[in-house]
């Protein structure tokens, strides 16, 4: 690959997003049963950078704005607040259809279902080969199925296969036909969104390795979604973690999960499954994640944390730097009452 | 602990007949689980895990039908039990705990109404001593201010306060044995936890026997006594949990335990069984895991293995037999 996109520099850049959905009753409700327009901030004032080809992986319990980051990412929402950079371009001011189109063949999305995210009626070849019809690409037909051909087999797929429809194949091999298609206009940027949440493990380890295959290959950075810690663990260089809609800590994955900070992520990690049976302690979780529509004032996990004070019941945590490039939202951090 | 288990599957065999042919996706299975046993079942989908559980509490969709071999609750058969029969056993001495929490409460009625009315249908008590025993239920698996909830709808619970409304139903009648099919998988990690935790406690309390059918071998460590691991349609290998979780014997829970993450070693790269579980209509003749095996032998592709003594385990492998037998 070329040597500007190994650079440390970063590729993409939000800064201060947000995202508000409209969950209002209908107008008449709201005239006769006298209710204000109701506001659900699902993503707020959310600052991440993502590295070229690291693996930037976003974790949080359903309902903590994870996927909305996502999807603001790739232009299917549009952001209520902030700025998004891709390389420099901010995403949301660029009017200019034509340079929009360009930066979008540099970033592609992989879904979670592979049973939603194929059409059904098309022919795999044609799935594939639809960014490159879509954005030009590729003049003569040859090209495409040459093109299409080459992709099939970089995802471990024989080239025959794209004469097939969706429904011939396993969950893991859609998946892989996914893949073929984010990776059809040579993007250095994937989302990827709980990509292998709707496998089987035998199949989620094929997947990731391949991933992580393709990310050496072709210089590949990722923003990854996902819920489950062991499989951020193995493909994340960095990692996020979400609560309600903000970012609670940003560590190195290797720091993050050795040393977690913020008492949600320690939690977190308690409540994994203890596969080696090692009979280590845990502390026991609490609670459940309360209504974003009603968000706690303060810090929104002050109800769950074991070493929430006064502070924390009214004062917002601000994300903080700690350590070696690691950010945690956390007054008892800040305070010394948990190690940074 | 009774000598007699109080489950007893025994070459349990469950066919879909189709018009091209009958497929047959639980194949040959027998297991046996103990008065305060958890059984882990544990397999990939389509490995035939929750068609074993419905088929113990006679719920198979038909046109899938209970084809050979016998089911035993206490010694007494089950499997042919009239429809009637059935439905009286079911509640009353098996309960069931399904994934969705959301489609096993009728929306329509409040939670206490379901509680009460499942209490009344199994126990000679009065409706007053029923809603009585509601609330204690509510209280024992750990929803807050029961009094006022037990009058709330199924909506207005959050997902894991449903499942553990779902657990308390299941618990109602105090049946012997529970079986949960994937109770913790529509579930946040936080949530899943907890709910585990609840749900081993209740168990061990009562000496309830359960059978636990799940994908998540972290679930299963974490819960069960035994394990059992399937693969398409048949038992690959059962054991006690440390042993199958630590030194597996089977090649496929080899592979299976290699290719889950873990957060302790992320370097290496994860072990992957290539390919992928064979459809129903087109399982391979011999050991069903041969074309996929990295230790298979010529005969693998011949004969079916049984399952064979393996340490402490119990494994369908050939490479178990003993040597003069190979």
């Known amino acids: ?340 | 602990m009774s000598p007699q288990p109080l489950l007893e599957v025994r070459n349990l065999r469950v066919e879909f007949p189709t018009r091209r042919g009958t497929l047959v996706a639980v194949d040959d299975v027998s297991f046996a689980i103990r008065r305060g046993e958890v059984l882990g079942v544990v397999g990939e989908s389509g490995a035939g895990k929750s068609l074993t559980g419905m088929a113990i509490i006679g719920l198979l969709e038909p046109p899938g039908r209970i084809a050979a071999g016998e089911i035993r609750l206490d010694g007494e058969r089950i499997d042919d039990l009239p429809a009637e029969l059935m439905r009286r056993l079911r509640g009353r001495r098996i309960g069931a705990i399904f994934q969705d929490p959301l489609t096993s409460l009728n929306p329509l009625y409040t939670v206490g109404q379901q509680l009460t009315e499942t209490i009344l249908a199994h126990l000679p008590v009065s409706r007053q001593e029923a809603r009585e025993r509601a609330v204690a239920l509510l209280v024992e698996v750990g929803i807050p201010a029961p009094e006022q909830r037990i009058d709330q709808y199924p909506h207005q619970f959050s997902g894991g306060m449903r499942q553990r409304v779902v657990i308390a139903l299941a618990l109602s009648a105090e049946p012997e044995l529970i079986i949960a099919d994937e109770p913790t998988t529509a579930l946040d990690v936080s949530i899943q936890a907890q709910i585990i935790g609840l749900l081993k406690r209740l168990c061990r309390e009562r000496s309830t026997a359960v059978m636990l059918v799940t994908h998540d071998m972290g679930v299963i460590a974490e819960t069960a006594d035994r394990v059992a691991v399937m693969y398409a349609g048949r038992l690959a290998e059962v054991g006690p949990v440390r042993e199958v979780i630590h030194a597996p014997k089977h090649p496929y829970t080899v592979g299976l335990m290699g290719s889950i993450p873990k957060i302790a070693q992320t370097r290496n790269k994860l072990a992957q069984i290539d390919g992928a579980m064979p459809r129903l209509n087109a399982i391979p003749a011999g050991c069903a895991f041969h074309p996929r095996c990295p230790r298979q032998f010529a005969r693998c592709t011949a004969e079916r293995p049984d399952l064979l003594v393996a340490g402490a385990s119990l494994a369908a492998c050939w490479l178990h037999a003993n040597d003069h037998e190979r």
């Not at chain 1, 939603?116 to 690409?137: G, K, Y």
């Open chain 1, 1 to 340: 690959m070329n040597a500007d996109r190994s650079s440390q520099h970063s590729l993409l850049v939000l800064e201060d997003i947000g995202r508000d959905f409209d969950v209002s009753k209908p107008w008449l409700n709201r005239v006769l049963e006298r209710e204000p327009r109701r506001h659900l901030q699902a993503v707020d004032g959310l600052s991440l950078d993502i590295r070229r080809g690291e693996t930037l992986a976003l974790v949080g319990e359903s309902g903590c704005g994870k996927s909305t980051v996502a999807r603001l990412i790739v232009g299917l929402h549009a952001a209520s607040r902030g700025r998004i950079a891709f390389d420099g371009v901010d995403l949301a001011g660029s009017r200019s259809h034509a340079r929009n189109a360009q930066l979008r063949q540099r970033m592609q999305m992989i879904f979670q279902d592979p049973y939603a995210s194929l059409n059904p009626r098309w022919r795999v070849a044609r799935i594939i080969a639809e960014p490159l019809r879509a954005q030009q690409l590729l003049a003569d037909r040859q090209a495409v199925r040459d093109r299409v051909g080459e992709l099939l087999k970089q995802v471990g797929l024989a080239p025959e296969d794209g004469d097939r429809f969706p429904h011939e194949f396993s969950g893991g091999q859609r998946q892989r036909i996914s893949i073929a298609r984010a990776l059809s206009s040579n993007p250095e940027f994937l989302v990827c969104d709980e990509p292998t949440s709707a496998l089987d493990v035998s199949v989620q380890a094929q997947v990731l390795n391949l991933m992580r295959d393709l990310q050496q290959q072709l210089g590949l950075t990722y923003l990854f979604i996902a819920h489950n810690l062991a499989v951020v663990a193995y493909i994340a260089s960095r990692v996020g973690v979400m609560y309600l809609g903000r970012l609670v800590e940003l560590a190195d994955a290797s720091t993050l999960f050795t040393h977690p900070r913020h008492p949600y992520t320690s939690m977190l990690l308690d409540a994994i499954p203890d596969l080696e049976m090692s009979g280590r302690p845990r502390t026991p979780v609490a609670g459940e994640v309360p209504n974003p529509l009603n968000p706690p004032a303060g810090c929104a996990f002050h109800p769950r944390c074991p070493h929430a004070n006064k502070r924390c019941k009214t004062e917002r945590p601000i994300l903080n730097a700690v350590g070696a490039g690691g950010r945690v939202a956390c007054h008892a951090v800040e305070e010394g009452r948990l190690p940074a």
